[in-house]
């Protein structure tokens, strides 16, 4: 099949053709993350959403598909750590548009703590984590968040950190972190008592001290488990700390990238909304013929696809400037920002579409609804990113 029409099928929502760029091994791979999605995790994921309960041992079969690590998503990038940004675009749009929960549990794992191994750590430190977090032999998390302090965590980071010896010692609390109750590998963002510093720590699953428990109740993203961490007294040996990572400045460094991942799974999210609609009003029947050739219905789906289009664009023309080095913050602020409201809107429209029906698992919009609320608000609220750009804008930081 010719290379223009195996993108087409592969990908029908891309009507301004972003998926050009990908190479033949990116996209043998995403056809394989594909069909693990398809057939191991669709079928599963109402129920696990509904039991709020997360697929674990099934979702860890992904590391076959080489996700992160296949030989084929390094052809001509020898020696780089990580596969193409476009591939990782592309990536979380095929998770998102089939489930966020199993997104947002990849971000924290491949995006989250990878980026804080590859970004903070030593040479040595990252040879010693970042190939065993890339075959998911060791499953990590992303503490940073604290139960009182979430969107001026820069400032009020209360966790703290005291030097004994050659160990560290860790006090505090963590809230909201994603995959925390199995991770083996947990960085936990904590301040130096003795310089006030904001560092990193590599606390490991089960240590003395560590106790996690999952928050429950949750109306968005129900299949992840998000941990309430407690730190009483955690001894971390100094070679666990990150050494590049010595004020916030360094964590604004990694949530550039990471930030930019949360705009990739909303465009995704996008998608999975906008296609779920579809295949409901070309089923449903009213006034004697199918939706989809009502005139307000198609004006909707249309408003739908055209912000699966734009969120692609700012996805895909972020992806290729971090590719060429340019990781700047406000445009991983404004992409975030931009893509989460179009997802919102969009999950709401595809909720409209279907209907009572709409609210029920079995359209798989409803789950899309449900979950945007959670992505509308991580990894930086609205108005925190919008404070961002309005930095950016203004010259006039008014965060406080
Ligand atoms: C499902 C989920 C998963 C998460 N996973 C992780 C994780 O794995 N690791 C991690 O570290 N954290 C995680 N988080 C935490 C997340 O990043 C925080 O929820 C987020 O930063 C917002 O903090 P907050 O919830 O404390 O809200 P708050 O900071 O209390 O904000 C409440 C409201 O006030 C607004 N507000 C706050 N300050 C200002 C201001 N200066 N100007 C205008 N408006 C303002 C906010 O925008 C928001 O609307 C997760 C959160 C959720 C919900």
Same mark, same amino acid.
């Not at 199918?290 to 739908?304: I, N, W």
């Given at each position: ?177 994603? $995959? #925390?109750?199995? @991770?083996?590998?947990?960085? +936990?963002?904590? !301040? /130096?008592?003795?310089?006030? &510093?904001?560092?990193? %720590? ?69 998608? $999975? #909304?906008?296609? @779920?609609?579809?295949?409901? +009003?070309?089923? !449903? /029947?009213?006034?004697?013929? &199918?939706?989809?050739? %009502? ?70 919009? #409803? ?34």
């Amino acid at each position: 099949m010719a290379r223009s029409e195996k993108l087409k099928e592969m990908y029908p929502f891309d009507m301004y053709a972003f998926a050009n760029g990908l190479t033949e091994g990116e996209l043998t791979v995403l056809q394989n993350v594909r069909n693990f999605l398809e057939n191991d995790m669709k079928p599963v994921v109402n129920e696990h959403w509904e039991k709020a309960e997360f697929p674990f041992e099934a979702f860890k079969g992904i590391a076959e598909t080489g996700i992160m690590n296949s030989p084929l998503l390094f052809e001509g990038r020898e020696g780089a750590r990580k596969p193409s940004e476009l591939y990782n675009a592309f990536l979380y749009f095929e998770l998102a548009k089939v489930d966020a929960s199993l997104a947002t549990f990849y971000t924290v794992h491949g995006g989250l703590c990878y980026n804080t191994i590859l970004l903070g750590g030593s040479e040595a430190q990252i040879e010693k984590y970042a190939p065993k977090i890339a075959s998911w032999e060791w499953q990590g998390c992303f503490g940073l968040t604290e139960p009182d302090h979430g969107s001026d965590i820069a400032g009020g980071l209360a966790t703290t950190a005291e030097k004994v010896g050659d160990k560290w010692v860790i006090n505090g609390e963590k809230r909201w972190i994603g $995959g #925390a109750s199995t @991770a083996d590998v947990l960085p +936990i963002f904590a !301040r /130096d008592k003795a310089d006030g &510093k904001i560092k990193c %720590f590599i606390v490991k699953g089960g240590s003395p001290g560590l106790s996690v428990e999952n928050i429950k109740h949750k109306v968005a993203l129900r299949q992840v488990q998000n941990g309430h961490i407690t730190l009483e007294n955690v001894e971390v040996p100094d070679e666990d700390r990150l050494e590049n990572v010595n004020g916030f400045k360094d964590v604004a460094r990694i949530l550039r990238s990471t930030r930019a991942d949360i705009a990739h799974l909303a465009t995704g999210m996008t998608i $999975g #909304a906008t296609e @779920a609609a579809l295949k409901y +009003i070309k089923e !449903r /029947d009213q006034f004697g013929r &199918k939706l989809s050739g %009502f005139q307000l219905v198609q004006e909707k789906v249309a408003r739908m696809q055209a912000n699966v289009v734009a969120t692609m664009a700012y996805s895909i023309q972020l992806a290729n400037m971090q590719e060429q080095g340019h990781f700047l913050e406000e445009n991983s602020a404004l992409a975030k920002m931009h893509n989460a409201m179009r997802m919102r809107e969009t999950v709401a429209w595809g909720r409209e579409v279907c209907g009572g029906n709409g609210i029920t698992l079995e359209t798989d919009v #409803a789950r899309f609804f449900a979950d945007g609320e959670a992505i509308y608000s991580y990894e930086g609220t609205h108005e925190i990113n919008a404070l961002i750009v309005g930095r950016f804008l203004t010259g006039v930081g008014a965060f406080v």
